[in-house]
């Protein structure tokens, strides 16, 4: 089995920032991991979200909602490179 999670996108709700944004992730092989994400906004602001392995279970596409009211400037799957994905190049979104 691989890995190879993948941001396959950013939307904000509504297109306005304010309302916050979904971060689109997908699971792109059989391999299933935790999800560890970070989120930099625009005033260099960090979050980290960790979700379990069973965010998989039923479906290789999962939607995070960020909660942040300001635009995102990055968004970074396994920011401290500890899983092994096969491919590290679709793992980061910058605006």
């Given at each position: 089995y691989r890995l190879d999670q993948a941001i396959t996108g950013?939307?904000?709700?509504?297109?306005?920032?304010?309302?916050?944004?979904?971060?689109y992730i997908r699971n792109?092989?059989?391999?299933?991991?935790?999800?560890?994400?970070?989120?930099?906004?625009?005033?260099?602001?960090?979050?980290?979200r960790e979700l379990p392995v069973e965010i998989w279970e039923y479906d290789p596409q999962y939607v995070l909602a960020s909660g942040t009211t300001e635009p995102i400037q990055r968004v970074v799957i396994d920011p401290?490179?500890?899983?092994?994905?096969?491919?590290r190049g679709n793992n980061k979104w910058e605006r």
């Open positions: 950013v939307a904000y709700v509504n297109n306005d920032p304010s309302k916050g944004a979904d971060i792109l092989e059989e391999a299933a991991m935790p999800l560890v994400v970070e989120i930099v906004t625009a005033s260099g602001k960090k979050e980290r401290d490179n500890v899983y092994p994905d096969v491919n």
